[in-house]
């Protein structure tokens, strides 16, 4: 009998005794991890929710100059003048978002290239359409954001 009170009183102590520091420590580095990658992957989405603002302008710009062209038979060079892009200011600068929309270049030729720049930290993400290209490609000659990822975000 009492060999049996012996082992209650040792079970009894150990369920006092809370957690070990080994335990805490696993359970923080396990945490340190889960942040690693849910930190960057949140920031990821942000930053592609933030640039789907450009796409959605880009496309619609890119629209707005055919309808111009089909009209005047040339591009237009301030995206002011065209349609569904006035805003009051005729300082060739649309503001879709975070992104200022604007003609980098437009000619009777015909060509012409629509621009939307954010700047995020000192870096700049910008985004380019133009009459050859259907869809708003990002510009990786403007030195700044690469392009969003997790591995970028953990290993650059």
Avoid: H
């Avoid at 012409?112 to 000659?141: E, H, K, Y």
């Amino acid at each position: 009998m009492s060999g049996f009170k012996l082992l209650s009183g040792e079970i009894k102590d150990r369920q006092n005794s809370g957690f070990t520091l080994v335990e805490l420590m696993i359970s923080v580095a396990i945490l340190a991890v889960l942040a690693a990658v849910a930190i960057p992957m949140y920031s990821n989405y942000i930053n592609r929710a933030k640039q789907s603002d450009a796409i959605i302008g880009l496309k619609a710009a890119q629209m707005a100059q055919e309808q111009y062209f089909s009209e005047n038979n040339e591009y237009c060079s301030k995206i002011d003048l065209l349609p569904g892009f006035a805003d009051g200011n005729s300082d060739n600068v649309y503001v879709k978002g975070e992104y200022n929309l604007r003609v980098v270049s437009a000619s009777s030729s015909p060509a012409f290239v629509i621009a939307a720049t954010r700047v995020v930290g000192g870096s700049t993400d910008r985004w380019t359409i133009s009459n050859t290209n259907i869809d708003p490609v990002l510009d990786t000659t403007v030195s700044g954001i690469k392009g969003y990822s997790v591995f970028g975000w953990l290993f650059d």
